[in-house]
Nanobody, 112 residues
Framework: QVQLVESGGGLVQPGGSLRLSCAAS????????MSWYRQVPGKERELVAE????????NYADFVQGRFTISRDDAKQTVYLQMNVLKPDDTAVYFC?????WGQGTQVTVSS
């Protein structure tokens, strides 16, 4: 079973950047597709980005619009989400997902 722990969230001003990390343990994620989701209160969790095994393919939600980059370091068993040009609408709890396993989430707040 995979345990996922997100970190890197926080408060940032509009236009700023954050890098989220998702550290995996318990089972290797090297052969697993990894994803980032986000959720705001009262709304369904939505896909932000996903990365294939080996990082060959990356898919992003339309709202990312070239601002975010997902990556993985299998040697460190960690997946990243680099978020640039953040907007207030990006405020949410961001979750890491691997197969049926979710992390606890990390809060991202974009506000001046």
């Amino acid at each position: 079973q995979v345990q996922l722990v997100e970190s890197g969230g926080g408060l940032v001003q509009p236009g700023g950047s954050l890098r989220l990390s998702c550290a995996a343990s318990g089972r290797s994620i090297t052969l697993l597709r990894m994803s980032w989701y986000r959720q705001v209160p009262g709304k369904e969790r939505e896909l932000v980005a996903e990365i294939s095994v080996g990082g060959i393919r990356k898919n992003y939600a339309d709202f990312v619009q070239g601002r975010f980059t997902i990556s993985r370091d299998d040697a460190k068993q960690t997946v990243y989400l680099q978020m640039n040009v953040l907007k207030p609408d990006d405020t949410a709890v961001y979750f890491c997902k691997s197969a049926d396993h979710w992390g606890q989430g990390t809060q991202v707040t974009v506000s001046s």
